[in-house]
Structures are given as C-alpha cells and as structure tokens.
C-alpha cells in the first residue's frame, strides 16, 4: 500500500489483457490433442496509458494528422557517445565526445550540414565522469554504434522516449579508431540505407532500454528526477563486464564541470 506520509509513490502497474486462444495457435508437446493453447494472445492497447505523449525534437511543421506531442523545450543539453570496438575485435567501449574545433574525431550529425569536430572525454569506465545531467531538466541523448554488433543500451535511474520513427544508418566502416580515439574520415549519414524503423512498443511508451543496429545512429530524449551516481551500459553481460559501462552523475543545479548544458 501507498505511504504518503513517507512520501512513497504509488507502485506503477502494468495491465495485461489476455484473449483467447489463438486458432491453430502453438501448443506444448504435453498439451492433449484437443487442449487449447498455453501461448495466449496479450491483447494490450497501443497506447496503455491515455496521458501518454510521444517527444518532438525540433520539429519544423507540426503534422495535425499525428498524435499530440510534447516539444522539448530550447535550451536542453545534447551528448554524444560512440560505440566502438578494438582492432583486432574484442575489446568494447562507450566513448563520450565533446563539441571541440581542434579535436580528433568528425561526425556529421544528421541535423548538421557538414561534418563538425570532437574530442573524447572518456572511454573506460575509470575514466573521469563526462556526462552530469541536471535534474528535472531535459537532454537530448545520442548514440552512434561503430562496431559490428546490435547494442541494448541500457540507462539506470531513468525512463526515456526514442525520438523520430528509425535510427539513421551511418557510413563507419574503419573510419574510427578505438586505440587513438580519432576517425581516419567523418562518420557521416549514410543516405542510400535505411535505418532501423522503431517497434510499436519502443514509441508507445517509455523505455529504459534501447537497441542500437551495427552503423547506425539512435537518439532519445531524456530527464532524470533523482540526484545521485549512475551507469548506463550495453545489457549484455559479456559486454558491459568488459567496460562498455560509463558513469554518470545527476546534480541538483548545474556545476563548474560545464556539463549543465553541452552541445
């Protein structure tokens, strides 16, 4: 039960309505020859909470056919993480960058004409914290897989929504290097693939997990309510046991860091 008095929320709930069975549906080995299925069919809405609004980014002409959307407000900050892997293949990282004019690494966003300069402020789990977030305010999240593998991303503490419809695909080939942190070419859209179109429950709600596809770019719109110490991190195990894990700090107010609101 609820205790207001010591300020606890109320648990959230997930509702699952179950149909009948599926016609000719699958049945168990063991099921008798006339038993109905034991796969029932999970009949929840696409849309479980009607309060639900899906997140806009930069929206340049509303689209009144489409659901209400909640437009973030100016001033958010934005982070920038690639996936990367070393060369010969083994050794994982999650790689924060910084916007910087003189750094080693060049990536062209897609909301970007040309290619723009970066310079990686961690990699390795011991690394310095990069990434301090202030609470209740929102920032836009970016990450850009460069190795050969489908990545869950996986952030503590927080609930996120995917923004767009599909991730963009990347041009990444051997264009990064994990060893000096640098591209040998930009990493730039790769305008004659498509990207991965986001499932209907990664849009109809709030995640706190997300697949990244091998070369391609998935971004979300983030907000964390609890100041403390936190990770994010591939959710395979054999990955995130290998530092593809970062920490991150949420603040109350933003710091002398200079990461309160970065671009």
């Given at each position: 039960?609820?205790?207001?008095?010591?300020?606890?929320?109320?648990?959230?709930?997930?509702?699952?309505?179950?149909?009948?069975?599926?016609?000719?549906?699958?049945?168990?080995?063991?099921?008798?020859?006339?038993?109905?299925?034991?796969?029932?069919?999970?009949?929840?809405?696409?849309?479980?909470?009607?309060?639900?609004?899906?997140?806009?980014?930069?929206?340049?002409?509303?689209?009144?056919?489409?659901?209400?959307?909640?437009?973030?407000?100016?001033?958010?900050?934005?982070?920038?993480?690639?996936?990367?892997?070393?060369?010969?293949?083994?050794?994982?990282?999650?790689?924060?960058?910084?916007?910087?004019?003189?750094?080693?690494?060049?990536?062209?966003?897609?909301?970007?004409?040309?290619?723009?300069?970066?310079?990686?402020?961690?990699?390795?789990?011991?690394?310095?914290?990069?990434?301090?977030?202030?609470?209740?305010?929102?920032?836009?999240?970016?990450?850009?897989?460069?190795?050969?593998?489908?990545?869950?991303?996986?952030?503590?503490?927080?609930?996120?929504?995917?923004?767009?419809?599909?991730?963009?695909?990347?041009?990444?080939?051997?264009?990064?290097?994990?060893?000096?942190?640098?591209?040998?070419?930009?990493?730039?859209?790769?305008l004659a693939a498509v990207g991965r179109v986001f499932d209907a429950h990664e849009t109809t709600g709030w995640k706190d997990t997300v697949r990244i596809d091998?070369?391609?770019?998935?971004?979300?719109?983030?907000?964390?309510?609890?100041?403390?110490?936190?990770?994010?991190?591939?959710?395979?195990?054999?990955?995130?046991?290998?530092?593809?894990?970062?920490?991150?700090?949420?603040?109350?107010?933003?710091?002398?860091?200079?990461?309160?609101?970065?671009?």
């Amino acid at each position: 039960m609820p205790r207001p008095e010591e300020l606890r929320p109320y648990p959230q709930v997930m509702r699952l309505d179950v149909k009948a069975p599926r016609p000719g549906g699958h049945h168990h080995e063991a099921d008798p020859p006339c038993a109905p299925s034991v796969w029932d069919v999970l009949a929840g809405g696409a849309v479980m909470n009607p309060a639900y609004l899906r997140v806009s980014h930069n929206a340049v002409v509303p689209d009144p056919s489409a659901p209400a959307a909640y437009e973030l407000p100016h001033g958010h900050g934005h982070r920038l993480v690639l996936l990367s892997e070393s060369d010969p293949p083994g050794h994982l990282q999650l790689t924060e960058l910084v916007a910087d004019a003189t750094g080693p690494v060049q990536v062209q966003l897609p909301t970007d004409a040309a290619p723009q300069s970066y310079s990686p402020v961690a990699s390795s789990f011991y690394d310095t914290v990069g990434i301090m977030p202030v609470r209740k305010e929102w920032e836009v999240w970016r990450f850009l897989n460069t190795t050969g593998d489908t990545h869950p991303m996986h952030v503590h503490q927080v609930f996120f929504q995917p923004l767009g419809a599909a991730g963009v695909p990347y041009l990444v080939d051997g264009r990064y290097s994990q060893d000096t942190h640098s591209t040998s070419q930009p990493l730039v859209p790769d305008l004659a693939a498509v990207g991965r179109v986001f499932d209907a429950h990664e849009t109809t709600g709030w995640k706190d997990t997300v697949r990244i596809d091998p070369g391609q770019l998935v971004t979300f719109a983030v907000r964390f309510d609890r100041v403390g110490r936190y990770v994010y991190h591939c959710h395979m195990i054999e990955h995130e046991d290998n530092e593809m894990m970062r920490p991150f700090v949420v603040t109350p107010v933003a710091t002398a860091h200079g990461t309160g609101h970065p671009h």
